[in-house]
């Protein structure tokens, strides 16, 4: 069964930085497009970041130029470092497989991990 383990996540000021990380247990994990949504309370999930099996990176317009994504293959392993955090990007945040579209392409989601950034 395919499986996606994020963490990372904790309480921050705002301004501050944390990594979060996605181990996915699939073998061929390194073929797909990867990324990063998000969902806050009373608010539809979102796309914020995504990266091809290439390294090539897009990012939502409320996180462009705060946040990286980035992925070792090698280790089945994908990665978001989130800077300058406000209080808006509290949510819980999931890894996903992304499709053409921005669409996730896994109907599965993971436990995800709760990023909370106070004022």
């Known amino acids: 069964q395919e499986q996606r383990v994020e963490s990372g996540g904790g309480l921050v000021q705002a301004g501050g930085s944390l990594r979060l990380s996605c181990a996915a247990s699939?073998?061929?994990?390194?073929?797909?497009?990867m990324g990063w949504y998000r969902q806050a309370p009373g608010k539809q999930r979102e796309l914020v970041a995504s990266?091809?099996?290439?390294?090539?990176?897009n990012y939502a317009d409320s996180v462009k130029g705060r946040f990286t994504i980035s992925r070792d293959n090698a280790k089945n392993m994908g990665y978001l470092q989130m800077n300058s955090l406000k209080p808006e990007d509290s949510a819980v945040y999931y890894c996903?497989?992304?499709?053409?579209?921005?669409?996730?392409?896994?109907?599965?989601w993971g436990q995800g991990t709760r990023v909370t950034v106070s004022s």
């Open positions: 996903n497989v992304v499709t053409e579209i921005g669409a996730p392409g896994l109907s599965s």
């Open positions: 699939r073998f061929s994990f390194g073929i797909y497009t």
């Open positions: 990266i091809t099996s290439g390294g090539s990176a």
